[in-house]
């Protein structure tokens, strides 16, 4: 569990780093079987949402930590960075609001970021 702890709070830390907003944890355990986590942040315009997913990557590669997948990063719209038990969506805060990621996993638990 310290490992996924040290992975969600690199991540939360390099979306702060760069202004990144809205930040949300949700905890998807129990909901499906293909990862363990979502990380989702908004920036204000595609500039910012590839500044943050280069920190993330960044701030990961210095850990070890090794990306499997990332998508969308050429139109910066909406990136996904795929570290296996946890997968972040940096959005467009307009494709965040369309997408709207946390309705359709409303089943899942929040975690709280001041906690961790």
Same mark, same amino acid.
């Given at each position: ?34 990862? /363990? ?16 997913? /280069? ?21 910066? =719209? ?14 467009? =805060?307009?494709? =965040? ?20």
């Amino acid at each position: 569990m310290k490992d996924i702890d040290e992975r969600i709070s690199v991540i939360v830390k390099a979306c702060d780093d760069k202004n990144g907003f809205d930040i949300k944890v949700l905890d998807l355990k129990k909901l499906t079987t293909f990862t /363990d986590y979502f990380i989702i942040v908004s920036g204000n315009s595609t500039t910012q949402t590839k500044a943050i997913s /280069d920190k993330i990557e960044e701030r990961m590669n210095e850990l070890g930590y090794v990306i499997s997948s990332k998508e969308g990063y050429g139109e910066g =719209r909406w990136i996904l960075l795929d570290y296996g038990n946890v997968v972040v969506h940096i959005f467009h =805060r307009d494709e =965040r609001e369309f997408y709207n990621l946390e309705k359709l996993w409303t089943d899942s638990e929040e975690l709280i970021l001041d906690e961790m």
